[in-house]
């Protein structure tokens, strides 16, 4: 789960990089792909994050 989650991160600060390095050399060319990217990241995050926590609150739905 921890793995994941470092994981989740790391793909996130990439993602973030790569964006804003697109941004600066291409203005808008890589910025669309790189933002979809991002927030597509972090949901799966918070996803799990909920999923987590329901666990451990005991709820096996």
Do not use: C
Request: glycine share 12%; aromatic share 14%.
């Amino acid at each position: 789960m921890k793995a994941l989650i470092g994981l989740g991160l790391v793909l996130t600060l990439i993602a973030g990089f790569l964006m804003i390095y697109g941004w600066y050399l291409h203005r808008q060319l890589f910025f669309g792909p790189f933002i979809v990217l991002l927030l597509g990241v972090n949901f799966l995050l918070i996803l799990k994050e909920r999923v987590a926590v329901r666990r451990m609150a005991g709820d096996r739905s």
